[in-house]
Each structure stands twice: as C-alpha cells, then as structure tokens.
C-alpha cells in the first residue's frame, strides 16, 4: 500500500503555545486520525546553526534532536501540513513516498 512519511526535525526546547512542540504535534496528528506517529530521542545532531546537540556527559545533553514520524495516506497528512508549519515555522520538514510491507492497514 502507498503511503507518505513525514518527518518533523525538532529539538528538545522548542515550544508551541508554552508546551513542547514534540507533544503538541504528537496531539495535532492524533486529533486528526493520522494512522501512526512516533517521536524519536536523538543522542546527537545539528542543524543549520551549525551547533552541536550530544548527550555526552561532558556536555551535559540539553537540548537534544528529536524527530517526529508520521505515516499516513497523502490524503490525510497533506491538509494537515498549513497548521504543522504554523506550529513548528523554523523547523525542517520532510516528505517521503513509501510502500507499507507489512502492518495494520491504513
């Protein structure tokens, strides 16, 4: 079956309306029927400022990389991207074509 992938790049201090910009897009996707999401926990990473985010215990890790992934049809998740960019506007966002092998139905 065909589906997207949508990848939303975040860090650990973002916000959106004074709460965690990861949760309030996890809520968002769910409020709206999006098949499945997921946030995954980063040990290291950097963007485009070029700072480097680690979990070392040198560093004391704060504001580690996070990533939300959502798979639905394109149907679903494209009417959602307007209020996704309103959420996250400085945020990187990616979008990707994939064949669901295996798993519930969508």
């Known amino acids: ?41 980063g040990i290291e990473g950097y963007g485009v400022h070029s700072n480097i985010h680690t979990a070392s215990i040198l560093r004391l890790g704060v504001d580690l990389p996070l990533i939300v992934e959502a798979v639905d ?8 991207l307007p209020k996704l960019r309103e959420m996250v506007p400085k945020e990187l966002m990616t979008w990707q074509e994939v064949e669901i092998l295996s798993g519930e139905k969508i």
């Open 73 to 80: 049809t394109e149907e679903r998740i494209r009417p959602l």
């Open 1 to 41: 079956m065909k589906a997207v992938l949508l990848r939303i790049y975040l860090s650990e201090n973002d916000t959106y309306n004074g709460r965690s910009a990861h949760h309030a897009v996890i809520e968002y996707l769910k409020d709206s029927y999006v098949a499945g999401a997921t946030v995954i926990h």
